[in-house]
Structure formats: structure tokens, C-alpha cells
């Protein structure tokens, strides 16, 4: 009879320490998925701020600059694809993530062009407007750097329970998979040539 007892006491622990282990498992690889979607959403609104900064430069410039007008369609147009591309942060892939860098890059590429343009106009660079938009624009740049890096960073810590051992067996079983990470942009290991 005690033997029996003891049977069954040693299985309903090792059952309970198991349960225990799946739920704080679970809870734990909740918690960082919802981090990762939050921090997702503070990379997006600062995306979404420099689409709403980008039609008001544009329109400054182009009273200074009517012959630009090349340039500045194709901020425009870089503008229009950035903001066509919508991601669901609960399936965020790698093919998605791909191609929401490619649209912002490229409209990063459209914004150097329009900074080329505006050297060209010292009476532009002084309008107090433009300069306030610019310095709006310049520090959302920033934003996304750090919200970039923050994401980057959760991500990184979210991936890695998921890859560690028992947990990624729980993780799998529970239908947890990696998030992508941003990638640099192609051609940025590369130095620019400076020449004077």
C-alpha cells in the first residue's frame, strides 16, 4: 500500500513540476511575443511620422524649386510605395520585412535626392519653415534608428528562448516561431568615396 502511495505521489509531482514548467514556459514566451509587437509599433509610428513630415517638405521645396520637379515626384512616389506596404506584426516574415526595407530605402534614396536639390537654394535653407521640417525630419530619422535597435534587441532576446533547450521543444508544440530582424541595407558595407 505505500508503495502504491508513493507511486503515485512521485507522478503527481513529477506531472504538477511538468505542468508548472509548460505554463511558465508558455507565459514567458507570451510576454515576449507581445514585446516584440509593441516595440513593431513604435518602429511603424515613427515610420508614419516621416510620412506625414515628407508632403510638407516637398511642398516647401517646391516653391523654391520649380524646375525640381523630377525629384520631387519621385519622393512622392517613394512616399506612395512606403505607405502601400502594410505588415500584420502577429505574422511578420522575412519576405515581409524584405519588402518593407526595400520601400524605405528607396524612399531614403528619393530623401537624399530632394537634400542635393535643396543645396542648390541657399534662400530655401533659410526659410525658417523648411528648417523646422528639416530638423523634424532629421530627428525622426533618429527615432527610427533607436526604435530600429530596440526592436532588434527584443527580437534577439524573444529568438533566443525560442532556440533554447527544453523551451524551443515547448516553443514548437506551441506554435511560437522567430521574428526577422531588420537587415542593413545592400551596399552599406561598403565606405562611400569621399573626394575633394
Known sequence: MKKKNLIIIITVAIIAILALFFITTYNSLASKDEACLKQWSKVES??????????????????????EEETLIKVIEARNNATQVQIDANNLTSEQMEQFQQTQD????????LNVVIERYPDLKANQNFLQLQSQLEGTE??????????????????TSLRRFPKNIFASLL?????????????????????F
Open 46 to 67: 515613427q515610420y508614419q511620422r516621416r510620412m506625414d513630415l515628407i508632403p510638407n517638405i516637398v511642398s516647401t521645396v517646391k516653391g523654391y524649386a520649380k524646375h
Open 175 to 195: 506554435g511560437f516561431e522567430r521574428k526577422p530582424y531588420f537587415e542593413a541595407q545592400k551596399g552599406a558595407e561598403v565606405a562611400p568615396q569621399v573626394e
Open 142 to 159: 533618429n527615432r527610427i534608428a533607436v526604435e530600429r535597435q530596440r526592436y532588434a534587441d527584443i527580437v534577439n532576446d524573444y529568438n
Open 106 to 113: 528607396a524612399l531614403s534614396s528619393a530623401l537624399k535626392g
